[in-house]
């Protein structure tokens, strides 16, 4: 009889566990105000936001979790997507982990769907990393999160996110209606200034300060071939400063004529 007794008492704690394991909370996605900063302190250790990684099939997936529940991103009310709880890639951008940069898998083929999962004094909260766009080719240019060197996140040419301070600012567009159409060529030596290759110009914007140029890409340049389009553009175009104090690619034509007023 005691036997029996410590059995189901053993399933019992075994269901409990399964169920705690299994525990899922519904997070609804609120819209990003303008350049916000997630750099939230934990006061506690549980309020920092764990990852797990999913090893199942040939796709590795990550889930995170918060305090006892793993994170559901519910998209709308009518988002019924079980896989939402998945992430093909799961970032931390400050070093006290309450801010996580995902992305939803998806196998649809449609524009990826990043999201920030943040605590700010306690409480989880989801923000959608969206903005509504028109552009032709937004699936060729939407590429979900790209690291861009140690300094941060682009994320679908629309957001940029800075590594360890966690800011978010929202990249000016080219054309209001749609996100800026191109590939993203480099960033400026001070870290502020993002060049596209757009079509026909380099199309640079200051992420801090929204100050944007349309530098011509002059006849000449290779096709086809990005390193050699990339080694063409150092060679003929240089970081330039503006009255502004913000720093552009410019192109120099040494064979153009001088005007000494320049040099006083």
Known sequence: MKLSLVAIALIILSAGCSQQDQKVKNYTP?????????N???TN??????????????LETFSAKFRDST???????????????????AQFINQQKTALLVQIADSSGMIPRPFLIAVKDGVLEVISLYRPSKGKEDLKFSKGVKKIGATGYLVN???????????????????????????????????????FTAKNVLYQVNYRTDDVVSEPIVAGSPKGDEAAFN????TNYAFTKNKRGNT?????DDNRIVDMKEFK
């Open 30 to 38: 609120r819209t990003l105000t303008k350049n916000e900063v997630f």
């Open 40 to 42: 939230d302190f934990p």
């Open 45 to 58: 250790a549980s309020d920092s936001i764990s990852v797990l990684s999913n090893n199942q099939g040939k």
């Open 71 to 89: 994170v559901h991103i519910q998209a709308g009310a009518a988002d019924q997507n079980k896989d939402a709880t998945k992430f093909v890639s």
């Open 157 to 195: 040419n629309d957001f940029f996110i800075t590594n360890v301070t966690a800011k978010v600012y929202l990249v000016k567009r080219q054309n209001d209606e749609e996100r800026i159409q191109g590939d993203v060529l480099l960033l400026s030596p001070d870290k502020q200034t993002i060049v």
């Open 231 to 234: 080694n063409w553009i150092t």
């Open 248 to 252: 552009f690619l410019k192109y120099h």
